[in-house]
């Protein structure tokens, strides 16, 4: 039913109840800890892997179908079909989005991608927020008491991505980024005011403007002084600020969220 860069996607059917294949090309497979631990993951705001494996040499995952599709889907006439939400919406949507998060991340995985188009809805009549899609997550070893981790996975999305996703630095003669749970959080910020507005703030900006916003702390007040922004809430306002911060330490998380 669609193809992706690394996997074709198919729509299936078993004794009355949907699933989707995600069978990857030959050259494709994702991080083998990260998926024996998300067969293990249950909870009600993540996409569940019912199964995974190999057929024809090539690596496939079963997964929970979300029937409402990503937020960020378009109708057939270009417009979208959920954005703008509401407030009230919107609200809903980050508490059970901070929900998978505290969970996820007590797990130790980040998801390091968060954004409207991995985030689905698992009910038709746009309800029931399902996080997916966690092809570029990272694993923290969270029982040896780790908060941050290097990787050489510098895989990002512009504008979602935090200013610690910037900082490149070497290790073990290897280009690394130093992450932590709070990408995901930044990534949230982000994603709440394009829920709010329909409007992607970063379309057509250059990458290196869009790098350079980001590391010198001018994301939170370019959106909030926008015309689209001047009818948030005060509760709205706080929370985009708060989970802007340039500094991961002064960055809102799950309490402050709550």
């Known amino acids: 039913s669609a193809q992706t860069g690394e996997a074709e996607i198919f729509l299936a059917k078993k004794d009355n109840e949907y699933g989707i294949i995600k069978y990857y090309y030959p050259k494709f497979q994702p991080k083998e800890d990260l998926i024996i631990k998300f067969h293990?993951?249950?909870?009600?705001?993540?996409?569940?892997?019912?199964?995974?494996?190999e057929y024809n040499g090539r690596f496939f995952?079963?997964?929970?179908?979300?029937?409402?599709?990503?937020?960020s889907d378009k109708k057939t006439d270009g417009t979208y079909k959920y954005l703008p939400m509401s407030e009230q919406t919107v609200i809903q949507i980050v508490k059970e989005?901070?929900?998978?998060?505290?969970?996820?991340?007590?797990?130790g995985v980040i998801h390091r991608d968060i954004k409207p188009g991995n985030l689905f809805f698992k009910?038709?009549?746009?309800?029931?927020?399902?996080?997916?899609?966690f092809g570029i997550s990272s694993e923290l070893d969270v029982d040896g008491g780790m908060s941050k981790r290097m990787t050489s996975n510098i895989s990002r999305t512009d504008g979602y991505a935090s200013p610690e996703l910037y900082g490149v630095a070497k290790d073990d003669n290897k280009v690394k980024i130093l992450i932590g749970p709070?990408?995901?959080?930044?990534?949230?910020?982000?994603?709440?005011?394009?829920?709010l507005t329909a409007i992607n703030p970063f379309a057509g900006r250059n990458p290196l403007h869009i790098m350079r916003?980001?590391?010198?702390?001018?994301?939170?007040?370019?959106?909030?002084?926008?015309?689209e922004?001047?009818?948030?809430?005060?509760?709205?306002k706080n929370m985009i600020q708060g989970l802007l911060a340039v500094r991961h330490d002064k960055r809102w998380k799950y309490n402050e969220v709550s």
């Open 40 to 53: 293990n993951l249950k909870h009600p705001d993540i996409i569940t892997l019912f199964e995974y494996g």
């Open 61 to 71: 995952e079963i997964m929970e179908y979300a029937a409402g599709g990503t937020l």
């Open 97 to 107: 989005t901070v929900n998978a998060f505290d969970f996820l991340h007590k797990q």
């Open 123 to 133: 009910n038709p009549n746009g309800t029931d927020l399902l996080i997916g899609d």
């Open 182 to 195: 709070e990408v995901d959080y930044y990534a949230l910020g982000i994603t709440v005011f394009e829920l």
């Open 213 to 227: 916003d980001t590391i010198e702390g001018r994301v939170a007040d370019d959106l909030l002084s926008r015309p």
């Open 229 to 236: 922004a001047k009818n948030f809430s005060s509760r709205l």
